[in-house]
């Protein structure tokens, strides 16, 4: 039986940190800017990756507007 490791990165830590700091549901590309805005480049790709990874873990919900970008609390 293998069990699956998962990596503890400075970018995740700051991703999560950043989204515990919100208190409304934000999208992906204004995380990403928050996160620029706290000096922190990490791409916009891997903001998503963890946000998905983040809402399959049950640990973030998705809130999907047709007119709008997926939110994320």
Known sequence: MSEHIVRQTRQKD????????????????ELHRKLEDRGEHIGLATVYRQLNALAEAGRALSLIHISEPTRLL
């Open 14 to 29: 700051a991703i999560r940190d950043a989204l515990n700091g919100c208190d409304e549901f934000i999208s992906a590309q």
